[in-house]
């Protein structure tokens, strides 16, 4: 049996960071592929309040919620740090991340999902939180600084679930004339041997998104 | 000039938790309290993302949300830790917090709005998010074990914010007789010298309450 186990899905992104942040740390781990419309009965002990992926498993104690196992990892294994040591430093990259997935990830798939005069709004309204994501990337390598951190793998779905995201709700969020820095980051995140390695095909990516807007689709013509 | 400042309102219990947290840690600050109806052009700079408070500036730096600013605080100011030492004790301190902010805090606000049928079913909702609280407090004096610490100051809303909303709602939420543990909590909460020195009164939490819900029914009624 293996020490720290990982209940996820591929084509996720919050399952991704988590993945990521074991291989930059070189932790080995066992991962449990879940099926999201059938979940396991071990998902629903280990996360009963959400029953949601990803879900960390370390001597059979279960961490739930991506931001939380990314500290969780950070403080168990000190080595390769995610976060920085700065007590300010560490207050902008846990602020942004909360920014990341409250408002960045919220409104580009309100952006997938909205059609006619209401998808345009919601383009420009995504486009706006990517304009504070730029600033802060302006100038550069990495969110981290020189190294890659917590911050970009908060940040690394824009490399390749934003992509797939553009591709289902057909439309550009994204363009690299407006967001030559932030753009110009997501290369360099995915030649990141650690990073390189564990990107799930984009084929997958876009038939995960299009089950789910297919799906939420479903519900509301129900109604 | 202090080099220590909190732009606030007395009413607002994301405030309060960090009023709490910097008398836990005894650190001196200079209290500003902000208009939210005619924000400050130093609140706007200060937070320009989300123009909201509490906002803690330290040396002229900026530190937003309160659950960013709780950790900074406790990672700046080592003494009276707030936070559990252990790794998978933080987790699930920051797990909890979440969960308050996000179901717990909203289901309550959702109770006070809504009306009718609705009202009953967010009632509901509303119970069944405290009942996790329950069970997590049940057997133990504070949340954070023998001393108070982090997720106390985060649940500290319901010890007197709760009340207001109930009476702003017109219903019950926190009933002794189903949440006899969290009930109990409230009190011993209370009781706590940094923690009582600084409630506001109650009168003047319900009409902020007040305030927000009339002004949120004005733009409804206005649509």
């Avoid at 291989?23 to 071990?42: A, G, M, Q, R, T």
């Avoid at 345009?120 to 486009?127: G, L, N, V």
């Avoid at 304009?131 to 990495?142: F, M, P, R, S, T």
Wanted: hydrophobic fraction near 40%; include cysteine; proline fraction near 6%.
């Amino acid at each position: 049996m293996s020490e720290v186990k990982l209940l996820g899905t591929q084509s996720s992104f919050p399952c991704a960071r988590i993945i990521w942040a074991l291989k930059l740390k070189e932790v080995e781990y066992e991962f449990i592929e879940e099926d999201l419309f059938n979940k396991s009965p071990l998902l629903l002990k280990m996360n009963p309040v959400y029953k949601k992926v990803p879900v960390l498993i370390h001597s059979d104690k279960p961490v739930v919620e991506s931001l939380v196992i990314l500290e969780y990892i950070d403080e168990t294994w000190k080595h390769n740090p995610l976060l920085p040591e700065d007590p300010y430093e560490r207050a902008m990259a846990r602020f942004w991340a909360k920014f990341v997935d409250e408002k960045c990830v919220l409104s580009a798939w309100e952006a997938v999902k909205s059609e006619g005069e209401n998808k345009k709004k919601a383009i420009e309204t995504a486009q706006e939180m990517f304009e504070h994501l730029e600033k802060q990337i302006a100038g550069k390598k990495y969110f981290g600084g020189e190294k890659i951190g917590y911050l970009d793998l908060v940040i690394g779905w824009t490399s390749l679930w934003l992509n797939a995201m553009e591709e289902v709700g057909g439309m550009k969020l994204l363009v690299p004339e407006k967001f030559p820095s932030l753009s110009e980051w997501t290369q360099n995140f995915i030649r990141v041997p650690a990073i390189q390695d564990s990107l799930p095909p984009l084929e997958n990516v876009v038939n995960y998104f299009q089950v789910g807007l297919d799906y939420l689709r479903s519900l509301s013509a129900n109604k």
